[in-house]
């Protein structure tokens, strides 16, 4: 079994910043990838950013277009951890964001990943 526990939403101004955690208790695996989705009422879920790493190599992120260049998402080498710098925020980005662990792959569209946090929600105003 695998627990995530996101924290660090909160209400942000519109060109601020915030910065998500997600952290992972449990078992481990030989090969990760976490992912952060965002669900906005009224719409569907939305690949965020993700990163891969396994044992023997370093880490590959990925990010969703409209986040690019303002979203960085980091782990904590000691921990099985990751990080979501968000920088720039616009009011479009508000929504309940998810943490999800995979033990294989990245899955941007979400459907089977392996283990899912409770999220925390991101507003942000004009």
């Known amino acids: 079994q695998v627990q995530l526990v996101e924290s660090g939403g909160g209400l942000v101004q519109a060109g601020g910043s915030l910065r998500l955690s997600c952290a992972a208790s449990?078992?481990?695996?030989?090969?990760?990838?976490m992912h952060w989705f965002r669900q906005a009422p009224g719409k569907e879920r939305e690949f965020v950013a993700a990163?891969?790493?396994?044992?023997?190599?370093?880490?590959?992120?990925y990010y969703a277009d409209s986040v690019k260049g303002r979203f960085t998402i980091s782990r904590d080498n000691a921990k099985i951890t990751v990080y979501l710098q968000m920088n720039s925020l616009k009011p479009e980005d508000t929504a309940v964001y998810y943490c999800a662990l995979d033990s294989r792959m990245v899955r941007r569209s979400g459907n089977g990943i392996d283990y899912w946090g409770k999220g925390t929600l991101v507003t942000v105003s004009s």
């Open positions: 449990g078992r481990t695996f030989s090969m990760y990838a």
């Open positions: 990163i891969s790493w396994s044992g023997w190599s370093g880490s590959v992120t």
